[in-house]
Nanobody, 126 residues
């Protein structure tokens, strides 16, 4: 059982930055064995993939909408992943969710992630 707790959301003006954090815990739990990802869901929209990172942090991958603006990273010592979001746009407004996948390969499919956080709201004003 993996517990995920996101933080760092808030209200920011267009062009601004935010850094989201996701602290992972559980018992038994080996943070380094999980592919981690960020998803988001805006009102009336489907949940969509934003960014993912491999179990060892060597490979990061992004949705087209996030490339060049967002950076995902992980700190194994702290069992935490981050999403640095720069040049935010009103279209980025959504609830952002952290997720963990026990698959051995990277994935962007929400169904492949078995553990989810409660979400953190990001609102970007124009």
């Amino acid at each position: 059982q993996v517990q995920l707790v996101e933080s760092g959301g808030g209200l920011v003006q267009a062009g601004g930055s935010l850094r989201l954090s996701c602290a992972a815990s559980g018992r038994p739990f080996t943070f380094g064995s999980y592919v981690m990802g960020w998803f988001r869901q805006a009102p009336r929209n489907e949940r969509e993939f934003v960014a993912g990172i491999s179990w060892n942090g060597a490979y990061a991958y992004y949705a087209e909408s996030a490339k060049g603006r967002f950076t995902i990273s992980r700190d194994t010592a702290k069992n935490t992943i981050y999403l640095q979001m720069n040049d935010l746009k009103p279209a980025d407004t959504a609830v952002y969710y952290c997720a963990a996948s026990s698959l051995s390969s990277t994935t962007i499919q929400a169904g492949d992630f078995g553990s989810w956080g409660q979400g953190t709201q990001v609102t970007v004003s124009s």
